[in-house]
């Protein structure tokens, strides 16, 4: 072992900090936050520090550094610019016995600071020996992904509560079982709902409970976005992670369910246009059982949850039947397809509103609206429309859009496999049909639409803009 590990406990002990710019303000910052009495010795000072001194947060010698400010301090930073000034700082210090850290200078300290990941009463430090700081850093960002915010409150309520919480469940077995509970179940789930009162009020209940509280089980529907992992969020990331059953949509990219827990169930209730069909009522039924199971399921669908996504009836359902529910929204199709065609959604002269369709209606596609959804100055973005391309073109020009009005059609958005396909309403059957464009696609149509051919950066770009140079700009389209 190169390093010896240790938190050190400087709540109210004295600190030296020579430097006075940015990096001495970030580690007086730090020490502070430690409790640390700071002295910060620089010729000058920046705006921050000058206003901590100010606010008399901290204690400034002014000033050319002399060895004297060593006095009393338990540790040394050295945050100057000048390394034979910082080689002179840490040989004195370490004359005395200081432990002096240099910053970005492995070679000059006998300590270092590592990177963090801070859930007070949690501290987890990463260190490298400074040999690989990037590795730490990115390390430093995975688990930061990982550990849930909650995990802070939550250490500190078992904190307050664990003289009672041992006096309750004496036998360490169980207490080991209780502490599973408080950070799977119920009180956690209060904590990541921004309800810490309710959290509390739940362990003061399971502890005077005669029983042990048994796991509850919980469901959280998760939107997994478009296809590319990079899109999922960090909450998304970690109910894939601590899941025990996954049901998962069928269109959901199997790089999405290789980051979930390795002995986590994964069920396909896959509806994929012709192909196998999960009966809604099949998906509730599983999700009803395996939750009253005790298990933590994840209802994990394409896009967002609550777009085209029967999400809502999913969590009414379980609402009904008592299940703890969170959801995790996630980008919609359109915002990703959008995003990774070039394409702005709302332009400030040409769409001030954007209608999200769905071809796939429970009634005809001919009870949508639409002589509202013809209208210009708007952005329409439907999903589910491959296979209605030809109504759809036949009904928005009866209802007067411009035939010239410009589309832009996006299949596997996001995806590898991106194709984006470019041309005006009138011809978008025809050219779809040509290009065999298949689901999942969106169909994003409006003057915004225009831009796709010179901005578009992701994938394949099929087609052109008839009338239009191919450099086509938003004022060409006005
Ligand atoms: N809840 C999903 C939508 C489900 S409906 C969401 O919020 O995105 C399924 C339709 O979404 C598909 O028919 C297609 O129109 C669209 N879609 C989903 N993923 C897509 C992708 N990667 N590229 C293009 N369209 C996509």
């Known amino acids: 072992m190169q390093l010896y590990p240790l938190f050190a406990d400087l709540a109210g002990r004295p600190v030296l900090v020579v430097g006075g710019g940015d990096v001495a303000a970030r580690k007086a910052a730090m020490l502070l936050r430690a409790g640390a009495q700071v002295t910060v010795g620089a010729p000058m000072l920046g705006p921050e520090l000058r206003q901590w001194v100010q606010q008399g947060r901290i204690a400034y010698r002014a000033g050319a550094y002399q060895s004297d400010w060593l006095a009393g301090a338990w540790l040394v930073i050295a945050a100057t610019r000048s390394r034979p000034l910082n080689a002179r700082i840490a040989a004195d210090g370490h004359a005395q016995q200081r432990l002096v850290n240099v910053v970005d200078d492995p070679a000059l300290s006998s300590f270092q600071v590592p990177a963090i990941i801070d859930r007070s009463p949690l501290l987890v430090a990463i260190s490298s020996g400074g040999v690989a700081p990037v ?119 199997a790089r999405i369910l290789d980051l979930a827990r390795r002995d986590a169930e994964q069920i396909a209730v896959g509806k994929r246009g012709g192909g196998a069909h999960t009966p809604q009522e099949t998906i509730h039924a599983l999700l009803l059982e395996h939750a009253r199971a005790g298990r933590r399921v994840v209802r994990l669908k394409g896009g967002d949850p609550f777009v085209f996504g029967r999400g809502g ?166």
């Open 135 to 253: 590795l730490a850093r990115r390390l430093r960002e995975r688990l930061e992904s990982l550990l849930d915010p909650t995990l802070g409150p939550l250490l500190q309520l078992a904190q307050r509560y664990r003289a009672r919480i041992r006096a309750r469940h004496a036998d360490l077995a169980a207490r080991r079982r209780f502490y599973d509970w408080l950070h799977d179940g119920p009180v956690r789930a209060l904590l990541r709902a921004a309800q810490p009162v309710r959290a509390e009020q739940q362990l003061v209940a399971a502890l005077s409970l005669h029983q042990e509280p048994k796991a509850q089980g919980s469901v959280i529907l998760v939107g997994a976005g478009p296809g590319d992992p990079g899109l999922l969020t960090l909450r998304a990331l970690r109910a894939l992670n601590e899941a025990d059953v996954i049901l998962h949509d069928a269109l959901i990219d």
């Open 313 to 478: 009836e999913e969590l009414q359902f379980l609402h009904a039947h008592g299940i703890a529910c969170e959801v995790v929204p996630g980008i919609t199709a359109a915002l990703a397809c959008a995003a990774y065609s070039g394409v702005p959604l709302t332009h400030r002269d040409h769409a001030q509103a954007v209608r999200l369709v769905t071809a796939q209606c429970q009634h005809a596609l001919t009870q949508l609206n639409w002589p509202e959804l013809a209208q210009d100055r708007q952005t329409l973005a439907v999903y589910m429309g491959v296979s209605k391309l030809d109504e759809l073109t036949r009904q928005l020009l009866a209802h007067g859009r411009a035939p010239s009005t410009p589309f832009a059609l996006i299949e596997n958005g996001s995806l590898p496999s991106q194709r984006t396909l470019v041309g005006t309403l009138h011809e978008l059957p025809a050219l779809a049909a040509q290009h065999a464009i298949e689901a999942p696609a969106l169909l994003i149509l409006g003057e915004v639409a225009a831009v796709a051919e010179a901005s578009h950066w992701h994938g394949q770009l099929l087609g052109r803009y008839a009338t239009r140079s191919s450099t086509a700009t938003l004022a060409d389209a006005a």
